[in-house]
């Protein structure tokens, strides 16, 4: 019987995982709440996916061809899955101009200058998000009215978060079923919690993500909600509802499962995973009570994107063989 068995250096981890099959797997586990999205506003959802896709895959292909001069890796589906977020950080009646916008802030300022994927400091999708909300906040915050036969009109602050913030409703006014399955306003990837939650499943299912980040996120935004709400509301069904409302409004779920786990901007340890989804958490709900803007998930995210290095740098792995 030949020998199987051979000596060489370092690296030895093998597996069938390639860039392009956890990529694919993002897109698969986004296409729930994609389809609940052109339910909900339309068909202009796929105008403003379609070009985001196309703009992100086209400047990075641009830039690694005859700026860079390397190897072209648009194959590789990660322009395709920055593309996708992008869009799904969007309101659905965005013009389309301002979407090419931030894909070229995506890629072109975010991605590409630090050496393309795997070298990124922030999560391009997000860096982009900040960018547009900075730079053309009327746009960003006019979001289209929830309907079965797609939107008609538009109209400001329209999100749940946006009017909590201006005290414009009571919170027990607050539709908790048509905030899970898809009857709000809002970006157009984060009106149906169930639709990410079965994308949350499928990645899990298939191993691109582990439990850590989204639980420590949720969990912190759910532990720090409550506290606040039993300060503030003296009403006991308030201490459910509060939190409750704060896990399905906004970005919670599509920043928590989909944005802060990404590989390249996340922590590589479980320890380093569970103290940056806290940070995340906390941070989100400090905005998002006290500060100027109704949502925080995704400055978090982006201010936790800079800690990274520290959290890899102080929380390690033990060694093998180590005693402690």
């Known amino acids: 019987m030949a020998n199987r068995f051979f000596v060489s250096p370092a690296p030895h981890a093998h597996s069938d995982y390639s860039t392009s099959r956890l990529m694919g797997d993002v897109v698969i586990a986004l296409l729930p709440a994609l389809v609940v999205s052109v339910r909900v506003f339309g068909w202009s959802v796929l105008a403003v996916t379609a070009v985001s896709i196309a703009s992100c895959v086209l400047l990075e ?188 409004a906004g970005g919670a779920m599509l920043g928590a499962i989909f944005m802060a786990t990404d590989y390249v901007t996340s922590p590589m340890t479980t320890k380093g995973m569970v103290i940056y989804g806290i940070g995340i958490g906390a941070i989100t709900m400090c905005i998002r009570l006290w500060g100027a803007y109704p949502e925080g998930m995704s400055f978090a995210i982006l201010i936790m994107n800079s800690v990274v290095p520290l959290i890899n740098k102080y929380v390690k792995p033990k060694r093998f063989g180590a005693v402690k």
Request: proline residues 6%.
């Open 61 to 248: 292909f641009l830039v690694q061809k005859y700026l860079v001069k390397g190897p072209v890796t648009v194959n590789n589906l990660s322009a395709v899955v920055t593309g996708l977020l992008l869009a799904m950080n969007l309101p659905a009646n965005i013009p389309l101009w301002i979407v090419v916008i931030g894909a070229i802030v995506a890629i072109g300022v975010a991605k590409m200058p630090f050496g393309g994927l795997g070298k990124n400091i922030f999560n391009p999708a997000l860096a982009a998000r900040v960018f547009l909300l900075i730079a053309y906040p009327v746009q960003m915050t006019s979001f289209p009215t929830p309907s079965v036969e797609g939107f008609t009109d538009a109209y400001s602050g329209a999100t749940m978060l946006g009017a909590a913030k201006g005290h414009l409703v009571d919170f027990a006014s607050f539709d908790v079923a048509g905030m899970f399955t898809g009857a709000i306003g809002g970006s157009f990837g984060e009106v149906s919690a169930l639709a990410l939650l079965l994308g949350f499943a499928y990645l899990l299912m298939r191993r691109v993500i582990t439990w850590h980040i989204p639980v420590a996120v949720l969990g912190t935004m759910a532990v720090f909600a409550t506290i606040f709400a039993g300060i503030r509301f003296e009403d006991p069904s308030m201490h459910l509802l509060f939190p409750l409302f704060h896990l399905l």
